[in-house]
Structures are given as C-alpha cells and as structure tokens.
C-alpha cells in the first residue's frame, strides 16, 4: 500500500489522496497532527521493517510499497508546543519523528522523497555546486557578510538580487539604491548576492520521468509575493525544449529526487538554475497552469505498489 504522511489540510496531499481514492489505490494516512498517539517500532535485519500504530490502528512497515512524506514542522504541532520542550509528549514526538526519517532513509519502499537527499536544500551554496554538476548554468554568486564586498559585486555585475542562505524560505529582492543604508546590517546575517538573470522565468516540475514547465510572468522580484506587492502575475504552460527538459531530469537525479521543482531563466539561450525543491508545493502553479503533477505523483506511487 502507499502511505501518506503529512496534514491533511496540505493541498498537494489532499490533491494525491483524492486520486488515491478514485483509483482504488490501497493507501493509510499517518496524520502528523496525531504524533502524540503515534507509535512506531523498528527492526532491523536484512532489511528495516516494524510496526506503526495510530491509536487503535496497526500498519506493517513491510506493506508499504510507497510514501510520499510532507510533513510539517513537528514542534509547532499545538499539542507539543504547549507541552513544552522539557515536557515527556515534546521528547516523544522527536523520537517519533526521528524514527520515522531513519525508516524513510532505509525502506526499500519508493520515497518521495528521503529526508537524507532532502537534506542538501539546507544549503543554497552546496546545492548551487550540485546544479552546476548537473550541467545547468548558475548565476555568478557572492555569499558574504562583508558590506564593501557586496558592493564591489553589484559594482561589477550591474542589477544583483539577494537572498538567504538557509532552506528558510525568504522574499527574493533586487538591491535598489534605497538599500544602501541597509547593506551595512549584512555583517550581521550571511547572505547571497546573485546578478540579476534577465529573461523568461520558468519552474520545472520534475515527477519521475515527466516534466511539467510553466512560465511566470509578473513584473515582482518574487513572484511568490506578486499579489502582495500589488503586481499582476500569469502562470502559463511553458514548451520547455528537449534539452533542458533532460537537465531538469539530470539535475533531479543528481539529488537523488524522484520529484523536485525546478527554478530556472532564460537568458539569451543559456539556462540559469536557482533552486531545486525536494518538496514542491505544486498545486500553486496546477491551478494557474491546469497540468496534471498531482496525477502524476499518484501513478508513481500507484507503480510502486503495482511493480512490488
């Protein structure tokens, strides 16, 4: 069977367990919000196998063919976080949730994905080494807490964006004159300095072998943020040509994901790529584009269990 692991509030995983549903694809749901009534016993042998139990509900490890894991932050759950970190439900939901990503890194279940590949979007500098392996082009990139030396970049390379270092989400800005004040606080919090890539702007849905590409066009810095800002924003189906669709494929595997989001431009035919997301919220860019990702995320998971 396929478990799925998250908040069933998620969009992407309401949107999988829908078509799970429809296909009459055995699956169990291990609500996150529950981990407090979670118990999960691993043995390890030729291959890592145990129980899981949800309050009165038992699942044999070795019956699960796939997972697809989007998990939240587990110390905001809100029974944990009034316990407090001190508290017993606080050390029993960490050792919930430690085990479960040792079950996930050692399965032999598909994983969409592992919490070990995962693990390299905590890093934007290694993650940029591992693009660049992977045969795309990187922005010309300055991480640095020295002020003179952010200037001296922007003075070299013209218009550059900045943004933080960690897998914390942050809003991607260009420096305007009117940040020269602030640049001073960079002693203060790494951060990258990137130059500015002009041209199309482009997310890659890797899903297996499938790739969905969509174009944004919004005149924001972070189209994430577009609405916010009061600028307009078109997410369209984009024909993403051959060649790049095979680095997107390239550079997911180079991670060691089976799915991931890509971010890429275009500049003067020379494909830039930011970021690649092991866990990509795609029901954003589904909605706007109309493309089929959550279908396909559920035929991969359905394969699974088909083939095992």
Partial sequence: MVLLWGIPSDPPMAAVEEILKRDRVPFSYLDQRAILDTELVLECGERIGGTLRVGGEE???KDVKAVYPRPYDWKLIQPVADAGPQSPAFQHANAIQQALSI???LTPALVLNRPREMALNYSKPYQAARIEAAGFAIPETLLTTDAAAAREFRDIHGPIIYKSVS???SIVSQLRPEDEERLDYVSWCPTQFQRWIAGPEVRAHVIGDEVFACEIVTK???YRYATLSGDSLEIR?????SECAAKCRAVAAEMGFTIAGVDLRNENGTWYCFEVNPSPGFMYYQKYSGQ???????RLLARACQNS
Avoid: K, N
């Fill in 220 to 222: 924001a810095d972070d």
């Fill in 103 to 105: 079950w996930l890194d």
């Fill in 167 to 169: 897998a914390v989400r």
């Fill in 237 to 241: 189906p984009y024909d993403l040509p």
């Fill in 292 to 298: 089929p990702i959550d279908e396909a995320i559920a």
């Fill in 59 to 61: 699942l044999r490890l």
